[in-house]
């Protein structure tokens, strides 16, 4: 499964539209891009899901450039209950089953 | 719909015990994976059941080991555990191969 970098940490407040960008240059030709939120004490939480151009969702928008070495997950007017960390995986839906590959994830600070 | 179980939330072992920890996952799905959750490593996967059959497998030793049932409840054991052992195990459900995986809240295992 392709490997995934993204930032760390990111801060924000409320209101303001938060841009994760994750890089995964490995990215296979039947790999999709999936992107989970996680709360503390909590299990992860499906956000998104794309294979190339744009995706949205009531949520969040996913942006795929053509070469799809990267994508932005975009969350428009963020609030404090979007502190979290977010996850970005890339992997083949198909072949990869139940086995995803989390990384280390962006932790989303939102501030008042 | 009801989301996925697990039981028990919280438990607390000591070193050289085992333990089994429950997954009930939403009506209607046949694939079950176990992920452990700790802050030095993240999110890893354990393994992962369909119908019974463990599909794909994780990097972990022998003392952990997993199974489902006809009803896809699934159940992972820890045998001989370690302090190292102290995590937050996750189990999460899905319809099958290149589905969404639902998470379950977790269970907090605490070796001392």
């Known amino acids: 499964l392709a490997k995934t970098t993204q930032p760390i940490s990111m801060d924000s407040y409320e209101g303001q539209e938060v841009n994760i960008t994750c890089s995964h240059n490995?990215?296979?030709?039947?790999?999709?891009i999936t992107w989970y939120q996680q709360f503390p004490s909590q299990g992860p939480r499906f956000i998104i899901q794309?294979?190339?151009t744009k995706v949205t969702n009531e949520v969040a928008s996913l942006f795929i450039p053509a070469d799809r070495k990267s994508s932005t997950l975009s969350l428009p007017r963020v609030s404090l209950s979007d502190t979290a960390v977010y996850y970005c995986?890339?992997?083949?839906?198909?072949?990869?089953?139940?086995?995803?590959?989390f990384g280390q994830g962006t932790e989303l600070s939102v501030k008042p | 719909k009801a989301g996925v179980t697990q039981t028990p939330r919280y438990l607390i072992k000591t070193r050289g015990q085992q333990v089994t920890l429950s997954c009930s996952p939403i009506?209607?799905?046949?694939?079950v994976s176990w992920y452990q959750q700790t802050p030095g490593q993240g999110l890893q996967f354990l393994f992962e059941?369909?119908?019974?059959?463990?599909?794909n497998k994780g990097n972990f030793p022998g003392r952990f080991s997993g199974r489902q049932f006809s009803n896809s409840r699934s159940e992972m054991n820890v045998s001989t555990l370690e302090l190292g052992d102290s995590a937050l195990y996750l189990c999460?459900?899905?319809?099958?191969?290149?589905?969404?995986?639902?998470f379950g809240p977790g269970t907090r295992l605490t070796v001392l």
């Open positions: 009506s209607g799905h046949r694939s």
């Open positions: 059941y369909f119908s019974e059959t463990q599909r």
């Open positions: 490995n990215i296979a030709t039947n790999d999709y």
């Open positions: 999460a459900s899905s319809l099958g191969s290149g589905y969404e995986q639902f």
């Open positions: 995986l890339v992997g083949d839906r198909g072949n990869q089953g139940g086995k995803l590959i």
């Open positions: 794309g294979y190339k």
